[in-house]
Structures are given as C-alpha cells and as structure tokens.
C-alpha cells in the first residue's frame, strides 16, 4: 500500500511540474509583452513632458530676447 501511495505522490508531483512549466512557457513571453507595452507608454510620457518642458523654456528666451531688444531702444537718462 505504501509503495502505491508514493507512486501516485511521485506522479502528482509529475503532473504538476509539468503543469507549472507549460503555465510558466505561456505566462512569460504575455509578462515580456506587458513589460514592452508599458516601458513604451512611460517613454512616449516623457518624451511629451521634455517637449513641453523644452517649449517652455524656449517661450522664455523669446520674452527675454524681446524684451532686451524692447530695452536696448529706451533712451538712456544720462
């Protein structure tokens, strides 16, 4: 009786291996996917962010030109 029980144990175990391995074949290339996916939303995230944050700078340095250019024509009170 012993001996048939550690025959269905060593079979279980069998089964399961090969369940946990077939699961694993499956579920991995779908958790590389899913990593692609979202690593390519974060990228698109701040490539928007830098573009903004750039054309903010980029307003500034037009206000600064314009407004040096605007000073360098007020008449100095000397």
Known sequence: MKRV???REEEVLALE???LRRLEE???PL???AAVDAAKVVMHQLRLDL???ISRHEDTIR???R???AL???PSSR
């Open 17 to 19: 291996e090969d369940l």
């Open 67 to 69: 407004s040096e250019l």
């Open 31 to 33: 958790v590389q996917q």
């Open 26 to 28: 499956r579920l991995t």
């Open 72 to 74: 360098s024509h007020v």
């Open 5 to 7: 029980e550690v025959l």
């Open 63 to 65: 206000r600064l030109k």
């Open 51 to 53: 573009m903004s944050h």
